[in-house]
């Protein structure tokens, strides 16, 4: 199972649109659960509610602008490679004040999809995409150029 665990409900009518889709689209290769935690301005009350639902059995990845950095067919392959020994990937997504210190030691590694900063919702998207993405590379299926 991929869980992607975030803070904020998505407002935006595209967005949600976007991450339905996506969503449809994963739960055809793999089974995807999106668990929405409320948006606080306390981090310290985010990272009880992370810590209260995270895992610490799954790999759990940390969403995190200092994290690494893959292309897309990298991704795919790393994706495959944790699978090979953990039937769960928990992504975390933080708050707009990041991830306390507590619930990145608590993951195994983080990952950074870019430099810039991206809404919530958008990158939400964006991660779902990139998911479908892996999916479709790693199954040899025409989506990836």
């Given at each position: 199972?991929?869980?992607?665990?975030?803070?904020?409900?998505?407002?935006?009518?595209?967005?949600?649109?976007?991450?339905?889709?996506?969503?449809?689209?994963?739960?055809?290769?793999?089974?995807?659960?999106?668990?929405?935690?409320?948006?606080?301005?306390?981090?310290?009350?985010?990272?009880?509610?992370?810590?209260?639902?995270?895992?610490?059995?799954?790999?759990?990845?940390a969403l995190c602008i200092d994290g690494k950095t893959y292309n897309s067919?990298?991704?795919?392959?790393?994706?495959?490679?944790?699978?090979?020994t953990n039937s769960n990937i928990t992504f975390i997504i933080g708050g707009?004040?990041?991830?306390?210190?507590?619930?990145?030691?608590?993951?195994?590694?983080?990952?950074?999809?870019?430099?810039?900063?991206?809404?919530?919702?958008?990158?939400?998207?964006?991660?779902?995409?990139?998911?479908?993405?892996?999916?479709?590379?790693?199954?040899?299926?025409?989506?990836?150029?």
């Amino acid at each position: 199972m991929i869980k992607v665990i975030c803070i904020g409900k998505i407002k935006e009518e595209y967005l949600k649109d976007l991450i339905i889709d996506y969503t449809k689209r994963i739960n055809k290769y793999h089974k995807l659960e999106i668990i929405e935690l409320k948006d606080n301005e306390d981090i310290k009350k985010e990272r009880d509610e992370i810590l209260n639902i995270i895992n610490p059995n799954d790999y759990n990845i940390a969403l995190c602008i200092d994290g690494k950095t893959y292309n897309s067919v990298d991704f795919a392959k790393h994706i495959a490679n944790i699978f090979i020994t953990n039937s769960n990937i928990t992504f975390i997504i933080g708050g707009s004040n990041g991830l306390s210190d507590e619930v990145i030691t608590l993951c195994k590694e983080k990952i950074s999809f870019s430099t810039l900063t991206f809404p919530h919702g958008l990158f939400r998207g964006i991660l779902l995409e990139q998911l479908y993405r892996t999916f479709k590379i790693n199954n040899n299926e025409r989506y990836h150029k």
